[in-house]
């Protein structure tokens, strides 16, 4: 199993809360990252993780609100979500690069992606 994939979607009111997994076996990945694409809208880059060291960058509409994690196998990636909005509704999309993606928030360095998990907050 190469593809990531991604689990932990649903529906919530605006203020709560959910968190995504993704499991990302297969190869080691150097740099994890949570994207989501919102109906009509480009796919955009939500978080990202450097597997070793631990490094991780946020899109600013999310940062202070999301967290990102992984475990310590590091095959196992999470993306914590509080105080939700209805403009975070969105397909989430987990992807993987094997090496250090230069530019973490750029859907273009990362070769393996998931198929998705709906994340829809209600007002």
């Known amino acids: 199993q190469v593809q990531p994939v991604e689990s932990g979607g649903g529906s919530v009111q605006a203020g709560g809360s959910l968190r995504l997994s993704c499991a990302a076996s297969?190869?080691?990945?150097?740099?994890l990252a949570w994207f989501r694409q919102a109906p009509g809208k480009e796919r955009e880059g939500v978080a990202s993780?450097?597997?070793?060291?631990?490094?991780?960058y946020y899109a600013g509409s999310v940062k202070g609100r999301f967290t990102i994690s992984q475990d310590n196998d590091k095959k196992t990636l999470y993306l914590q979500m509080n105080s939700l909005k209805p403009e975070d509704t969105a397909m989430y999309y987990c992807?993987?690069?094997?090496?250090?993606?230069?530019?973490?928030?750029?859907?273009?360095?990362?070769?393996?992606w998931g198929q998705g998990t709906q994340v829809t907050v209600s007002s």
């Open positions: 297969g190869y080691t990945y150097n740099t």
């Open positions: 993780i450097y597997t070793s060291g631990g490094s991780s």
């Open positions: 992807a993987a690069a094997r090496g250090r993606v230069f530019r973490p928030l750029v859907e273009g360095g990362y070769a393996y």
